[in-house]
Every structure is written in C-alpha cells, then in structure tokens.
C-alpha cells in the first residue's frame, strides 16, 4: 500500500526552527516531484516549496531564505527545513508527491495526512 508518512511538527516559539520529514512507502520505482503544501485556517492550500528528481526547487516568496527543502532519493524522503518560523506559518502541513509511478499500477500523486505547525509569538 503506497503511502506518505509525515513526521516533525510541533509547536515553537517564533524565531525557532522545525524540520519536517516525509517518506513515501510502497513498491514505488520513481517519484517526480515532492513538496509541502501547509492550509491554515479560514484559508486555502497553499505551495510551500517543492523539488524535483533532479533537485530542482521551488519556493514561495513567503519562505524563500527561511525554509529549505532537500530529499533523499534513495530513501524516497523529503525533508522541510524551516528556520525563522513566524506566527503566520502557523498551519497544517501536508507532504506532496506528484507523478509518483509505482512497480506495478498508474502514476499518479498523493498526499501525506497533514502534521500540525504552531508558531507561538
């Protein structure tokens, strides 16, 4: 059974740090892209950052120069490294794979199911 196991939220003081991880199980042969989306309340889901096979990345403006996003292709692990953290990262953050083409099925994308971010000011 593919899935995606998140791990690392929490709560922190603003100007603290978390890393999240996230790890795609299953008889997986290859994963497009991974990323972050993080939903807080009352709003809708948004892009944090994602990174390709290739490790190509992409941010929104709102993180670029406080979050990092790396993964282990070996281990099928995307890691968001969040330094800075502000009150307004505050949210529910889901991992992301989007073309994920298993050993044996359809390619497609799946999502994690969500860790919780808190930043206290």
């Known amino acids: 059974q593919l899935q995606l196991v998140e791990s690392g939220g929490g709560l922190v003081q603003a100007g603290g740090s978390l890393r999240l991880s996230c790890a795609a199980s299953?008889?997986?042969?290859?994963?497009?892209?991974m990323g972050w989306y993080r939903q807080a309340p009352g709003k809708q889901r948004e892009l944090v950052a994602d990174?390709?096979?290739?490790?190509?990345?992409n941010y929104a403006d709102s993180v670029k120069g406080r979050f990092t996003i790396s993964r282990d292709n070996a281990k099928n692990t995307v890691y968001l490294q969040m330094n800075s953290l502000e009150p307004e990262d505050t949210a529910v953050y889901y991992c992301?794979?989007?073309?994920?083409?298993?050993?044996?099925?359809?390619?497609?994308?799946?999502w994690g199911q969500g860790t919780q971010v808190t930043v206290s000011s």
């Open positions: 992301n794979t989007r073309g994920l083409k298993p050993l044996f099925g359809n390619t497609r994308d799946y």
């Open positions: 299953g008889s997986i042969f290859s994963i497009n892209t």
């Open positions: 990174i390709s096979s290739g490790g190509r990345t």
